[in-house]
């Protein structure tokens, strides 16, 4: 088959990370007879220093004429205690999301039996961990109206969903859960929040479509704390854009590292793939940077955008062989030797 990926590298490790997801997509590619045409184009920070613009019109129209989109990583140091900078890197990140209507964003977490070691969780709390969130997108807070008043005294951001964004999340969710063990998690504040009430009464309505799928109901605070203590009484949850943004973070901690966690969003159309971590500034071009959520984030391209299991799983096949056998950058140190962010990705594409 043949495919056009755009490729947005982004700021800081991404650039790095994203070669190394090149590299052994490729070799992917040439094991199983694809074609893989990368169309890279320029986002976040980057974007901003060349054309002003952190999502510009160029890139959109690049991505959304593509057959999914492999992004690295947002975000720079110059502007995260500048308040008042009219353009942020992250800006660009909020803006293609919603501009290409990915309004699901599927982050899984798993543990891996050579790294059970590395979560600073004890090891028996966190063996066999594979649980999946669904994290809603392009809604809540992030979108709601945000700004100022009284002379800029006070600072307001509404969250605001509707009944229709929470049904087309929670759709992904049950269907998810249906694929797996059918239980269902909606994370929410429904004792505090009218839109996380909106949330529950929507989700309960949909129960009786997906009779099979054990749905339970909880506060966010307390999934917060039973998370890491009890990771596998958990399969599949869904929640709003905050709340999932906050435990994917939390949840990283039972993978032993957040270079490991790849994620995907989705929405009508076209998906995105990319690593749940950040752009990590302090690491760039140090070569030292984990690429493995990024190759990961590769793997979900082949399974979910391309329908493409057996070169997604020859991707987690020698991942999991780098792993066991030491082939891992600093952050997974077990006291022997480490590689550089090149020096793996070169091992994987050339061990696939
Ligand atoms: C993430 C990131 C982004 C988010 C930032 C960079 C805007 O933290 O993808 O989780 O908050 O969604
Ligand atoms: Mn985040």
Request: with cysteine; net charge negative.
């Amino acid at each position: 088959m043949k495919f056009n990926i755009a490729l947005l590298a982004g700021d800081g490790i991404g650039p790095e990370v994203i070669d190394q997801a090149v590299k052994v997509s490729d070799a992917v590619a040439k094991k199983f007879g694809h074609e893989i045409t990368w169309k890279p184009a320029l986002t976040g920070a980057a974007a901003i220093d060349a054309v002003g613009e952190p999502y510009p019109d160029e890139t959109h129209d690049v991505c959304a004429t593509s057959d999914a989109v492999l992004f690295g990583a947002i975000g720079h140091p110059k502007y995260d205690n500048d308040p008042s900078a009219p353009v942020r890197p992250e800006q660009g990140l909020l803006k293609m999301r919603k501009k290409l209507g990915l309004f699901a964003n599927v982050r899984p977490t798993f543990t891996f039996s050579s790294l059970l070691d590395k979560s600073p969780l004890k090891k028996e709390r966190i063996e066999g961990t594979d649980l999946v969130f669904l994290r809603e997108l392009t809604g809540g807070i992030y979108f709601g109206e945000k700004g100022r008043r009284d002379d800029g005294e006070t600072a307001y951001d509404n969250c605001v969903y509707t009944r229709a964004e929470i049904q087309r999340l929670a759709k992904k969710g049950f269907e998810l859960a249906m694929t797996r063990s059918k239980k269902l998690c909606c994370v929410d504040k429904a004792n505090v929040l009218e839109t996380s009430r909106l949330w529950r009464e929507t989700v309960q309505a949909m129960e009786k479509d997906y009779p099979e799928v054990e749905v339970s109901y909880e506060f966010v605070d307390a999934v917060a704390m039973r998370l890491v203590q009890w990771p596998n009484e958990y399969d599949v949850l869904i929640t709003e854009n905050l709340f999932g943004d906050i435990l994917t973070d939390e949840a990283s901690v039972i993978s032993g590292s957040m270079g490991l966690m790849p994620s995907a969003s989705m929405g009508a159309d076209i998906a995105l793939f990319e690593p749940i971590h950040g752009s990590y500034p302090q690491a760039t071009g140090l070569n030292i940077a984990n690429p493995m959520a990024t190759v990961l984030s590769a793997a979900m391209m082949f399974e979910t955008a391309f329908n493409l299991p057996e070169e997604g799983k020859a991707i987690r096949n020698v991942v999991n062989k780098a792993l066991a056998e030491g082939i891992v950058t600093e952050d997974l140190a077990n006291g022997g030797k480490t590689y550089g962010t090149k020096e793996v990705g070169d091992w994987l594409a050339a061990n696939i």
